[in-house]
């Protein structure tokens, strides 16, 4: 009788073929998990606490990164975080141009020295009537778009996230077309409030944030805050933006957080905190109207939603 000692034994001979590639498969994609999880867990240096942070309590970093919207990466809230490391950081490049009389493209290192990082706690209230208070690490968007110089024609400025049909959704998968755009009036993206956002509670952003660069516009919608952020342009119109296109009914160029303005199939009067369970009133502006309500004077709201 021959007796196979375990090295003789080759895994193809007690494992279905099929089996052991899934589990081929799974390992690799254990692999990617921990690289995206060591991806969140680079710190960022010398980061300065903010005068223009919120008191009130920060959601804890487990809800924060676990309860996502990002579609390239899937359309439920735990998709983002379970196919984070579907997207690809290494060597980011972020391209701007147009209207500008310094047009760049600057790797992750460049782009983070244009301004003193500091530590902001927003709070960030979604479409979807839930809200979150985060310590975001950025700094204000105006930094970037003075080193560029944009000349008088730049009126408005468009943002595009990166997208990989090979690892991401497909448009009609995720409902809406990509990539993801959005856009702010120049004089919005010039505001201090306009935060470029590298990073939340002390650390690099986890991919299903938006790593490694998002725009975080607290006034606003979550959805106007874009992530994962490779090109933006400075131009004379107002450009387009995804939920926009998708629905012009439902979502507007403005999208100001507004609780006298209901969506369509839901009112925008409360919230939800996350990992809370009573509901809240939402503030004018999210609590921004005495810094940000001058930038509309005289602008019908209700019009311009
Ligand atoms: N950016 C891209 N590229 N794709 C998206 O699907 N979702 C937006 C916004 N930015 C989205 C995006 C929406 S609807 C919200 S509420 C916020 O991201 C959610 O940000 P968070 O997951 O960090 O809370």
């Not at 460049?110 to 985060?134: D, H, N």
């Not at 930094?143 to 943002?159: D, G, H, M, Q, R």
Request: hydrophobic share 40%.
């Amino acid at each position: 009788m021959l007796i196979k000692t375990a090295s003789d034994i080759r895994s193809s001979e007690i494992t279905p073929k099929s089996l052991y590639l899934n589990r081929r498969r799974l390992l690799a994609g254990a692999g990617g998990l921990l690289l995206a999880q060591s991806a969140f867990a680079a710190k960022i240096a010398n980061v300065k606490k903010s005068p223009l942070s919120t008191t009130e309590a920060i959601t804890p970093v487990g809800d924060a990164t676990s309860y996502n919207n990002f579609y390239e990466l899937g359309t439920s809230k735990a998709a983002p975080a379970q196919n984070a490391a579907r997207l690809k950081t290494q060597n980011w490049k972020v391209k701007v141009e147009g209207a500008c009389n310094k047009p760049m493209t600057f790797d992750m290192d460049g782009l983070m020295k244009l301004g003193a990082m500091e530590e902001r706690i927003y709070r960030m209230r979604c479409v979807e009537a839930w809200s979150i208070v985060v310590p975001w690490i950025g700094y204000s968007l105006s930094n970037l778009l003075k080193a560029v110089e944009p000349t008088a024609k730049a009126k408005y400025v468009s943002f595009e996230t990166f997208y990989d049909p090979g690892s991401m959704l497909s448009s009609a998968a995720g409902g809406i077309e990509f990539p993801y755009r959005e856009g702010l009036r120049l004089d919005e993206a010039m505001h201090p409030l306009a935060l470029l956002t590298f990073g939340m509670y002390g650390e690099t952003l986890p991919n299903q944030n938006g790593a490694p660069v998002r725009l975080i516009v607290p006034w606003k919608y979550g959805f106007k805050g874009i992530k994962s952020i490779n090109k933006i342009r400075l131009v004379e119109k107002e450009p387009s933006s995804t939920w926009k296109m998708s629905n012009p009914s439902e979502y507007g160029f403005y999208s100001n957080v507004n609780p006298q303005v209901d969506h369509p199939r839901w009112s925008q009067g409360s919230e939800r905190r996350l990992g809370e369970f009573s509901r809240r009133k939402t503030l004018m502006f999210n609590g921004y109207a005495d810094q940000v309500a001058s930038l509309y004077a005289g602008m019908d709201l209700k019009k311009n939603y």
